[in-house]
């Protein structure tokens, strides 16, 4: 499956723009990085406005994000078939995932197996030459994307959540040792450890909640409100989901 087209076309799938946003600290603790170092910002792409007309702000897009409590009950990671190979070419979601953000492309074998390649897991800026290393986490993880509304969801929608190869930044490939630390985490409980992802990381948060309308409760929101304040050029675009 071909995955993030890069065409002009397509400019309108979910993409982030993110510039100049970049986060110094003066300590190693992801959740108090200082204010980032003022710099010019690349102008946003489209016209703002409402969800998915084009270029929000961070604080403007974290706004859009629906108010709600999250409901944990009847969750179950089986709710959401996962690493499917919707398009049939023997590359389950997995395996394109990291097909795409190789940084140098691995050989593919027999049933999609991947051998060579090189990644840079972007929380915490490891290199990464082995793919068993790494682990495909989703930007909002499933048992939070299920306690934000997608309890309500049919099998079939959460399918589609769990395997969203269109928005470039749903699904991404980090070390096995990040992603598990994040665990269903939302950002008021955890961050990146690499402080220059920080804005990065909450611009892909916000969009992947405005993507699918999942909701936000209120230490999420002020969490992401907080970074907001530290990523003042970063600017989010998304495309809600089908």
Same mark, same amino acid.
């Not at 946003?44 to 974290?62: H, M, N, R």
């Not at 919707?86 to 593919?108: F, M, N, S, Y």
């Not at 990464?128 to 099998?155: C, N």
């Given at each position: 499956?071909?995955?993030?087209?890069?065409?002009?076309?397509?400019?309108?799938?979910?993409? +982030?723009?993110?510039?100049?946003?970049?986060?110094?600290?003066?300590?190693?603790?992801?959740?108090? =990085?200082?204010? =980032?170092?003022?710099?010019?910002?690349?102008?946003?792409?489209?016209? =703002?406005?409402? !969800?998915?007309?084009?270029?929000?702000? /961070?604080?403007?897009?974290?706004?859009?994000?629906?108010?709600?409590?999250?409901?944990? *009950?009847?969750? $179950?990671?089986?709710?959401?078939?996962?690493?499917? &190979?919707? *398009?049939?070419?023997?590359?389950?979601?997995?395996?394109?995932?990291?097909?795409?953000? %190789?940084?140098?492309?691995?050989?593919? @074998?027999?049933?999609?197996?991947?051998?060579?390649?090189?990644?840079?897991?972007?929380?915490? @800026?490891?290199?990464?030459?082995?793919?068993?290393? +790494?682990?495909?986490?989703?930007?909002?993880? /499933?048992? $939070?994307?299920?306690?934000?509304?997608?309890?309500?969801?049919?099998?079939?929608?959460?399918?589609?959540?769990?395997?969203?190869?269109?928005?470039?930044?749903? +699904?991404?490939?980090?070390?096995?040792?990040?992603?598990?630390?994040? @665990?269903?985490?939302? !950002?008021? &409980?955890?961050?990146?450890?690499?402080?220059? %992802?920080?804005?990065?990381?909450?611009?892909?948060?916000?969009?992947?909640? /405005?993507?699918?309308?999942?909701?936000? &409760?209120?230490?999420?929101?002020?969490?992401? /409100?907080?970074?907001?304040?530290?990523? =003042?050029?970063?600017?989010?675009?998304?495309?809600?989901?089908?």
């Amino acid at each position: 499956m071909t995955r993030r087209p890069l065409l002009p076309l397509a400019a309108a799938l979910l993409a +982030l723009t993110l510039a100049a946003c970049n986060p110094q600290t003066a300590d190693d603790d992801p959740k108090q =990085p200082a204010a =980032p170092t003022p710099t010019t910002s690349a102008a946003p792409t489209g016209a =703002p406005g409402g !969800p998915g007309t084009g270029a929000l702000s /961070l604080t403007d897009a974290i706004a859009e994000i629906p108010k709600g409590e999250e409901k944990r *009950d009847g969750y $179950e990671r089986d709710s959401f078939k996962h690493w499917i &190979d919707e *398009d049939q070419d023997g590359c389950p979601t997995r395996a394109e995932v990291l097909i795409e953000e %190789a940084t140098t492309k691995p050989e593919q @074998g027999e049933r999609c197996t991947l051998t060579g390649g090189v990644w840079t897991s972007s929380y915490d @800026g490891v290199e990464v030459t082995d793919a068993k290393r +790494l682990d495909i986490d989703h930007m909002v993880p /499933l048992a $939070e994307a299920w306690d934000s509304g997608a309890h309500a969801w049919s099998d079939e929608r959460r399918q589609a959540y769990a395997n969203d190869l269109t928005a470039p930044r749903s +699904l991404i490939a980090v070390t096995a040792k990040t992603n598990r630390s994040k @665990g269903d985490k939302d !950002p008021a &409980d955890w961050l990146p450890p690499a402080p220059d %992802a920080h804005c990065t990381y909450a611009a892909d948060w916000t969009a992947t909640k /405005l993507r699918w309308q999942l909701n936000a &409760d209120d230490a999420e929101r002020t969490a992401l /409100l907080d970074l907001a304040g530290r990523c =003042p050029d970063t600017v989010v675009e998304y495309e809600p989901a089908a």
